[in-house]
């Protein structure tokens, strides 16, 4: 029987950083208790810096909770050649700390390093985030650079420190549609770059989803997902945004991504695809929410609650 284990990340407690809409964040202690108090087993790193970047300190802080450390997100403008070396070292520092860390938890949890763009860096993605058109997206140059810096970063985290890399989605950044994903991935190494199955982000990324779009995008992409994010997304909010013309930072403000059930994505078709295909593993819940909205201990709750009702 193929087992998902299910975590949470600190962004579900408002741990994201956008320019004008910083807040007074919580510490990463009361973080990881609230994820151990409603039941999660696993996390990612957050930011560098929010969670403690001694490998024998951050491996006692979560060995004391009996949480799994499952990756970390390192955003990279692999757009721009000139990023790739600052960015490499980056994720090397990271993917050092995430290997040194699975080491002395003896886990057979093997972390990812979660390679993503610079999101929110580019103004004109930002304003059109979830309504990306073709003409937005990167020129052949630029394509080129990032998919080469992708697949060099990828190789030098699995030769320095063993461990696999993946590729997140994300609107607001240059990977956002079903098309760009799927030129990424056919630009890269499928043994060195897999990709971290984002719902929320597929949804809203998909410019006019269907009841079917996610199952449709894990069906076109099976062969390179590797891990997934649970994410939600709001229908109704989602509509108004592209409506409006919301940039990205208002979406998520205006809870673009809802409480797990509360949106479109049909997580019993997602349990029932993973299950088909033999996944083991974990999954990872993501609820966006900038510091302040709402209180993210009773969503951790009632997520959980909701993915255990359909049987996770």
């Known amino acids: 029987m193929n087992t998902i284990r299910i975590g949470n990340a600190p962004c579900s407690w408002g741990t994201l950083e956008f320019e004008g809409l910083e807040g007074e964040n919580i510490g990463y202690s009361q973080v990881l208790d609230e994820l151990a108090e409603t039941g999660y087993e696993g996390t990612e790193l957050g930011d560098w810096g929010f969670m403690p970047t001694d490998p024998q300190d951050l491996h006692g802080e979560l060995k004391r909770r009996n949480l799994t450390l499952l990756g970390a997100f390192v955003p990279v403008a692999l757009r721009h050649p000139e990023a790739h070396a600052p960015g490499l070292a980056n994720v090397l520092r990271t993917a050092n700390l995430l290997a040194q860390v699975h080491e002395k938890a003896d886990s057979d949890t093997s972390p990812f390093l979660v390679l993503s763009d610079e999101n929110s860096a580019d103004p004109r993605r930002t304003r059109n985030a979830g309504r990306i058109t073709p003409e937005m997206s990167l020129t052949e140059e630029e394509w080129l650079s990032f998919a080469q810096g992708a697949n060099q970063i990828a190789e030098r985290v699995k030769s320095q420190t063993g461990l696999r890399t993946v590729f997140h989605h994300h609107c607001s950044g240059f990977i956002e549609t079903p098309e760009e994903i799927e030129r990424l991935l056919d630009m890269t190494d499928g043994d060195l770059l897999g990709l971290v199955f984002d719902t ?113």
């Open 200 to 312: 929320g982000h597929y949804v809203y990324g998909s410019g006019s989803p269907n009841d079917d779009t996610v199952i449709q995008g894990l069906n076109r992409f099976a062969e390179r997902i590797w891990y997934v994010h649970f994410k939600d997304c709001h229908p109704g909010v989602a509509q108004t945004c592209r409506q409006q013309e919301w940039d990205y930072l208002e979406a998520v403000k205006h809870g673009v991504f809802c409480e797990l059930g509360q949106g479109c994505v049909d997580f019993n078709a997602v349990k029932d695809w993973l299950e088909t295909r033999q996944y083991s593993g974990w999954a990872l819940v993501e609820q966006d929410v900038l510091p302040g909205m709402g209180s993210p201990k009773e969503s951790a709750r009632r997520n959980l609650d909701y993915l255990r009702s359909l049987g996770f």
